[in-house]
């Protein structure tokens, strides 16, 4: 096992501190404390709360992707690739109730007023996994399995039901989505795109 680093112990530090008080509340002296770090340490790493935050964002967001994209790796139909991410987005979501929770939060930060900028870290965490998404999207549609649409709808019609659902699973004590429920949401986002 690898040992922690000063980076990934203000990270872990950085998702307490905002899961508990906010992005807008939370001090980067509440992030220090919580790590157990120095200033110097602190600041050489994460010169400002905004890139605390972008990093965090994007350090669970990769985390979530890698999850996600799975069930679209190589040979899988549409319909079975389209059912397996919501499938996964569910599993990963149940399975880390508080990083979907944080990206949730932090997802909802106003770039402008917070400092956020795009072309950050979770520009690039984006980027990446968009691209295979799109790519593979693309290959489907070619084919004939999906109907043609821009990559931002058909992002909206796949993910968007599920991704309204996730505070409130969330929220739960023990976070569960029943299986009815998990059935209806592929389902739905199968037949928003089938061709």
Same mark, same amino acid.
């Given at each position: ?13 950085? *998702? ?60 899988? *139909?549409?319909?079975? $690739? ?8 569910? &599993?990963?979501?149940? &399975? ?18 917070? $400092?956020?900028?795009?072309? *950050? ?18 290959? &489907?549609?070619?084919? $004939? ?42 389902? $739905? ?7």
């Amino acid at each position: 096992m690898e040992p922690t680093t000063t980076k990934d112990k203000l990270l872990d530090a950085a *998702t307490k501190v905002f899961l508990a008080h906010g992005f807008s509340a939370a001090s980067m002296d509440m992030v220090r404390v919580e790590a157990g770090v120095s200033n110097g340490s602190l600041y050489h790493h994460f010169p400002t709360k905004a890139l605390l935050a972008d990093a965090l964002y994007a350090h669970t967001l990769r985390d979530f992707h890698a999850a996600l994209l799975p069930p679209i790796a190589g040979n899988a *139909t549409a319909e079975a $690739g389209v059912k397996g991410l919501i499938r996964a987005y569910i &599993q990963w979501v149940l &399975q880390h109730p508080e990083q979907a929770r944080l990206l949730h939060k932090l997802r909802r930060i106003d770039g402008v007023t917070e $400092g956020m900028a795009e072309g *950050t870290e979770r520009g690039a965490a984006n980027a990446d996994a968009f691209g295979a998404l799109a790519l593979w999207v693309g290959r &489907q549609t070619e084919a $004939g399995e999906m109907r043609a649409m821009p990559f931002p709808v058909w992002m909206a019609l796949v993910f968007s039901p599920a991704l309204s659902l996730t505070q409130h699973w969330v929220a739960q004590a023990k976070p569960a989505v029943a299986p009815k429920v998990r059935a209806a949401l592929e389902h $739905g986002a199968w037949m928003a795109v089938a061709a």
